[in-house]
């Protein structure tokens, strides 16, 4: 069947249902049919009460894209007001996050402008100046007519042969061997071969029809307008023009214009969690006052709100509140919304968790996914899969989500821990860790060891070159100096490294070899007892995981990816394999929970594994990238011979019940040997001296292979394998940017990450991953920067304002050869002392 000809049923008429019909429909397609609960000239949802405020600028790239493609298609509607943003501090630390946070409107291209108090009063005269510390201006923001740009696009895509069916509730998904057949309705059954799920915060329920959990929880939200404004509103603006929209983050705040009166958002009350389910049917005729998603004010909430509303402008004392809801809104686990395939059903997507901000992007986005296979924006931190299990759980979901809802305007640090809920996932080293004073984060439920607090008498012992210069506050935040001691020990002793969160998958079965020939870039058919680093790709050659691949046998594969997305990839593709060609079955297992792994690495990893292990692991025995089923202290063990961290030593993996004793004999072993335990800051600021890529910080659907200086990956000699097509072209185009690595000119500068780069004055790419490199003695940090910016090249950073300037080097900075050890960083001025290292 052509794509144009499928019959495709949106549930769901609100400002992210039209959009995406509108993209199709500007795409070719043609047999859409948009179906509502409630009525199409109010259906009642969360775009019937939005007040519209659309604020580009977050720290993600993919967030700011969408925001950016929003403001573009509204505006060609008619349907956007482009008077402007403001966001205000009243606090130290806030102003300096505005700082950052122009920093990262320059890395998406989103021009903005940090202002005095009295630029902010210019501009927004009802300002109480004293009570503000400065601002950023964001020309480019404004208000959206959410309403009334769902009606218009209604009306267009209705002239292009879109049906709309309102007072239409979808009661039921049909399937039949595995791919979605139609959407009941309580008027019958309308066929569908594809189906996509817009329905906002009920999209709870709509998963629920076909057993699939949506992590999405409904949070009702206080909006009030005031009374009339007297003296100071529209007379005393510059020239009468309106004011910006205003944000007043610091105390959960924002506002706009209606007319003479204000509108007040407030985040500043107790979480008001909703079930979709309980709010009955939409009504047929919906108006301000009666419709589900506008539940009714509760004034007592509003207090707090009304009182600092008072203090940022003193107009709003002299006025009362004339009216207010509390509107539900959709708030999910990580705050990020819900796009991409059911992985449960062939046929079905999602979109959800899309506020009226990023509603044109993320409409666009499903479409290129429909139409081409890809959005051009990576989703990587949209994606419907990107969540575990145990973050699927009805429990998890709703403690996340109201913690997503107190923080929605919190100032986030990239390394800040999650509160609650934790302790959910624990490796079976964690009672032992917990006995070293491992200072634990958390991802995807597991808690992993930051640093050790026992490691820090280790630092009056350090040689004074590896001692890190003192951090700024801001990237001292959840870090310790410690991780330098732990650094330094796994590069002159040895190291015992975490590694059990890292997914594992088994795939195994007739089809295993052939799944995995059609999916990755290398020749994985090799034989047992290999391991290859090969890449996914998406058909036009975008990157959508880097994994390694042993063979364990003659159809088992082990497995090491990146999160739950690649399984879901994985098992999907493996499904379709099998209903292809049912002689080529593959069985896609996680084994994650079942198993642990140490990573072991140093120069004295060799004689730790000796005095504990009676097979030979010389390179002989076990050359790199090879596996070898070894027996430790009775303990069966595969190791890998492969390292993250540019040292020799092995992944050594285990069954999760000998994961404690395989921790306590390579412990003894160790103390002979300087051994220690180390945490994720040494493995990451390690890993990017080696120049391993982290992916969707470094590598995402965005990037192909030539750009990330990921060739090696890639089998010359092979053909068939998804994306080679794309491949094959990409290898004769000239690369237009490419993956550099930077070190910091004055060796004490950390960045985090995000931070826009400059070559002549223009931001020409933002930071991917960073860290200290403390080998090299100087922060480093990597960036997409155009291919004429080449080896010696002096960049600047903008870290809060100020530009550092950095110099592109060659990669690795880091080698250990087989005749000692190489250490060496290529960058212009002030890095002898890093070149010094060169003999450890």
Same mark, same amino acid.
């Not at 210069?469 to 801001?474: A, C, F, K, L």
């Given at each position: 069947?052509?794509?144009?000809?499928? $019959?495709?049923?949106?549930?769901?008429?609100?400002?992210?249902?039209?959009?995406?019909?509108?993209?199709?429909?500007?795409?070719?397609?043609?047999?859409?049919?948009?179906?509502?609960?409630?009525?199409?000239?109010?259906?009642?949802?969360?775009?019937?009460?939005?007040?519209?405020?659309?604020?580009?600028?977050?720290?993600?790239?993919?967030?700011?894209?969408?925001?950016?493609?929003?403001?573009?298609?509204?505006?060609?509607?008619?349907?956007?007001?482009?008077?402007?943003?403001?966001?205000?501090?009243?606090?130290?630390?806030?102003?300096?996050?505005?700082?950052?946070?122009?920093?990262?409107?320059?890395?998406?291209?989103?021009?903005?402008?940090?202002?005095?108090?009295?630029?902010?009063? !210019?501009?927004?005269?009802?300002?109480?100046?004293?009570?503000?510390?400065?601002?950023?201006?964001?020309?480019?923001?404004?208000?959206?007519?959410?309403?009334?740009?769902?009606?218009?696009?209604?009306? $267009?895509?209705?002239?292009?042969?879109?049906?709309?069916?309102?007072?239409?509730?979808?009661?039921?998904?049909?399937?039949?061997?595995?791919?979605?057949?139609?959407?009941?309705?309580?008027?019958?059954?309308?066929?569908?071969?594809?189906?996509?799920?817009?329905?906002?915060?009920?999209?709870?329920?709509?998963?629920?029809?076909?057993?699939?959990?949506?992590?999405?929880?409904?949070?009702?939200?206080?909006?009030?307008?005031?009374?009339?404004?007297?003296?100071?509103?529209?007379?005393?603006?510059?020239?009468?023009?309106?004011?910006?929209?205003?944000?007043?983050?610091?105390?959960?705040?924002?506002?706009?214009?209606?007319?003479?009166?204000?509108?007040?958002?407030?985040?500043?009350?107790?979480?008001?969690?909703?079930?979709?389910?309980?709010?009955? !049917?939409?009504?047929?005729?919906?108006?301000?006052?009666?419709?589900?998603?506008?539940?009714?004010?509760?004034?007592?909430?509003?207090?707090?709100?009304?009182?600092?509303?008072?203090?940022?402008?003193?107009?709003?004392?002299?006025?009362?509140?004339?009216?207010?809801?509390?509107?539900?809104?959709?708030?999910?686990?990580?705050?990020?919304?819900?796009?991409?395939?059911?992985?449960?059903?062939?046929?079905?997507?999602?979109?959800?968790?899309?506020?009226?901000?990023?509603?044109?992007?993320?409409?666009?986005?499903?479409?290129?996914?429909?139409?081409?296979?890809?959005?051009?924006?990576?989703?990587?931190?949209?994606?419907?899969?990107?969540?575990?299990?145990?973050?699927?759980?009805?429990?998890?979901?709703?403690?996340?989500?109201?913690?997503?809802?107190?923080?929605?305007?919190?100032?986030?640090?990239?390394?800040?821990?999650?509160?609650?809920?934790?302790?959910?996932?624990?490796?079976?080293?964690?009672?032992?860790?917990?006995?070293?004073?491992?200072?634990?984060?958390?991802?995807?439920?597991?808690?992993?060891?930051?640093?050790?607090?026992?490691?820090?008498?280790?630092?009056?012992?350090?040689?004074?070159?590896?001692?890190?210069?003192?951090?700024?506050?801001?990237?001292?935040?959840?870090?310790?100096?410690?991780?330098?001691?732990?650094?330094?020990?796994?590069?002159?002793?040895?190291?015992?490294?975490?590694?059990?969160?890292? $997914?594992?998958?088994?795939?195994?079965?007739?089809?295993?070899?052939?799944?995995?020939?059609?999916?990755?870039?290398?020749?994985?058919?090799?034989?047992?007892?290999?391991?290859?680093?090969?890449?996914?790709?998406?058909?036009?050659?975008?990157?959508?995981?880097?994994?390694?691949?042993?063979?364990?046998?003659?159809?088992?594969?082990?497995?090491?990816?990146?999160?739950?997305?690649?399984?879901?990839?994985?098992?999907?593709?493996?499904?379709?394999?099998?209903?292809?060609?049912?002689?080529?079955?593959?069985?896609?297992?996680?084994?994650?929970?079942?198993?642990?792994?140490?990573?072991?690495?140093?120069?004295?990893?060799?004689?730790?594994?000796?005095?504990?292990?009676?097979?030979?692991?010389?390179?002989?025995?076990?050359?790199?990238?090879?596996?070898?089923?070894?027996?430790?202290?009775?303990?069966?063990?595969?190791?890998?011979?492969?390292?993250?961290?540019?040292?020799?030593?092995?992944?050594?993996?285990?069954?999760?019940?000998?994961?404690?004793?395989?921790?306590?004999?390579?412990?003894?072993?160790?103390?002979?040997?300087?051994?220690?335990?180390?945490?994720?800051?040494?493995?990451?600021?390690?890993?990017?001296?080696?120049?391993?890529?982290?992916?969707?910080?470094?590598?995402?659907?965005?990037?192909?292979?030539?750009?990330?200086?990921?060739?090696?990956?890639?089998?010359?000699?092979?053909?068939?394998?998804?994306?080679?097509?794309?491949?094959?072209?990409?290898?004769?185009?000239?690369?237009?940017?490419?993956?550099?690595?930077?070190?910091?000119?004055?060796?004490?500068?950390?960045?985090?990450?995000?931070?826009?780069?400059?070559?002549?004055?223009?931001?020409?790419?933002?930071?991917?991953?960073?860290?200290?490199?403390?080998?090299?003695?100087?922060?480093?940090?990597?960036?997409?920067?155009?291919?004429?910016?080449?080896?010696?090249?002096?960049?600047?950073?903008?870290?809060?304002?100020?530009?550092?300037?950095?110099?592109?080097?060659?990669?690795?900075?880091?080698?250990?050869?087989?005749?000692?050890?190489?250490?060496?960083?290529?960058?212009?001025?002030?890095?002898?002392?890093?070149?010094?290292?060169?003999?450890?």
């Amino acid at each position: 069947m052509s794509l144009l000809s499928q $019959r495709v049923v949106i549930i769901g008429a609100g400002i992210v249902g039209t959009n995406i019909a509108d993209e199709l429909v500007s795409r070719g397609w043609s047999d859409i049919t948009v179906v509502e609960q409630g009525p199409l000239d109010m259906p009642g949802g969360s775009t019937s009460h939005a007040p519209g405020l659309v604020f580009q600028t977050t720290p993600s790239k993919t967030m700011s894209s969408f925001a950016k493609y929003t403001v573009e298609k509204l505006l060609s509607l008619n349907c956007f007001s482009q008077i402007g943003g403001l966001e205000v501090a009243i606090t130290p630390e806030r102003l300096e996050d505005l700082k950052r946070k122009r920093g990262y409107g320059s890395s998406w291209g989103i021009v903005s402008h940090l202002l005095s108090p009295e630029e902010c009063c !210019e501009i927004y005269p009802l300002l109480n100046e004293d009570a503000i510390l400065g601002g950023l201006h964001i020309p480019s923001d404004g208000l959206a007519a959410a309403a009334r740009a769902a009606q218009l696009l209604m009306a $267009r895509t209705r002239a292009a042969g879109v049906r709309y069916l309102g007072l239409t509730p979808v009661t039921g998904i049909e399937q039949k061997d595995g791919h979605v057949t139609g959407v009941v309705t309580k008027t019958g059954t309308i066929p569908a071969d594809i189906v996509i799920s817009c329905g906002g915060f009920w999209g709870v329920e709509l998963g629920a029809m076909i057993g699939l959990p949506i992590p999405l929880q409904p949070v009702g939200h206080q909006y009030a307008k005031t009374t009339a404004l007297s003296k100071t509103w529209k007379r005393t603006s510059p020239n009468g023009a309106p004011l910006p929209i205003l944000r007043h983050q610091d105390e959960s705040l924002y506002y706009r214009e209606h007319g003479d009166q204000l509108g007040i958002g407030s985040y500043d009350h107790r979480p008001m969690p909703v079930v979709a389910a309980a709010l009955g !049917e939409t009504p047929a005729r919906v108006t301000e006052g009666n419709m589900p998603s506008s539940l009714k004010f509760t004034p007592d909430d509003f207090v707090s709100a009304w009182k600092k509303s008072g203090d940022l402008i003193p107009a709003v004392k002299e006025s009362s509140v004339a009216s207010g809801f509390n509107g539900i809104m959709s708030f999910t686990p990580d705050g990020g919304p819900l796009l991409g395939r059911a992985p449960n059903l062939e046929g079905l997507y999602i979109a959800e968790a899309i506020w009226v901000t990023h509603s044109a992007g993320a409409a666009r986005a499903m479409a290129q996914l429909l139409t081409t296979g890809k959005s051009e924006i990576d989703l990587t931190e949209c994606d419907l899969s990107r969540f575990e299990q145990v973050q699927l759980t009805p429990s998890y979901v709703h403690e996340a989500s109201l913690k997503s809802f107190e923080e929605v305007y919190d100032i986030i640090h990239p390394s800040q821990p999650r509160d609650s809920p934790r302790n959910l996932r624990l490796s079976p080293f964690h009672a032992r860790q917990k006995e070293l004073g491992a200072y634990f984060s958390e991802s995807g439920g597991w808690e992993r060891p930051r640093w050790y607090e026992a490691n820090a008498a280790l630092l009056g012992h350090l040689p004074p070159e590896w001692k890190e210069p003192e951090r700024d506050s801001w990237s001292a935040r959840y870090y310790s100096p410690i991780a330098a001691a732990e650094a330094y020990k796994t590069r002159t002793a040895a190291a015992m490294f975490d590694l059990t969160p890292i $997914r594992r998958l088994l795939v195994s079965g007739p089809g295993a070899l052939e799944l995995l020939q059609r999916l990755t870039t290398s020749d994985v058919a090799k034989k047992t007892g290999t391991v290859t680093f090969t890449l996914l790709l998406d058909e036009q050659g975008g990157i959508r995981s880097d994994v390694f691949v042993a063979r364990l046998g003659k159809d088992v594969f082990q497995l090491a990816v990146n999160g739950p997305a690649d399984f879901a990839y994985l098992e999907r593709e493996a499904r379709l394999q099998a209903k292809k060609t049912p002689g080529k079955v593959a069985l896609v297992r996680d084994v994650t929970g079942g198993t642990c792994c140490i990573g072991l690495w140093g120069p004295h990893s060799a004689d730790i594994i000796s005095a504990v292990c009676s097979d030979d692991l010389s390179e002989r025995a076990l050359p790199a990238s090879h596996l070898k089923a070894i027996t430790i202290a009775c303990i069966p063990v595969i190791a890998i011979n492969n390292s993250f961290v540019g040292e020799r030593g092995w992944e050594l993996h285990a069954s999760a019940e000998n994961g404690q004793r395989l921790w306590d004999v390579l412990w003894e072993a160790g103390k002979a040997h300087g051994a220690v335990a180390a945490g994720q800051i040494a493995f990451g600021a390690l890993r990017l001296e080696t120049g391993f890529r982290t992916y969707g910080v470094d590598i995402t659907t965005e990037h192909n292979p030539f750009e990330a200086g990921l060739e090696s990956a890639i089998d010359v000699a092979k053909a068939g394998y998804v994306g080679h097509a794309a491949i094959k072209r990409l290898s004769r185009e000239r690369v237009a940017r490419r993956l550099r690595c930077l070190v910091i000119d004055d060796g004490r500068s950390v960045v985090l990450g995000k931070e826009p780069v400059f070559v002549g004055g223009e931001a020409v790419g933002y930071v991917a991953s960073a860290t200290f490199g403390y080998t090299v003695g100087t922060p480093i940090a990597y960036s997409y920067l155009p291919s004429a910016v080449g080896e010696g090249d002096s960049v600047g950073i903008e870290y809060f304002g100020r530009r550092i300037r950095a110099t592109v080097a060659s990669e690795p900075l880091y080698l250990r050869q087989r005749d000692g050890l190489e250490a060496r960083s290529t960058a212009k001025g002030g890095q002898d002392r890093a070149l010094a290292r060169a003999r450890l």
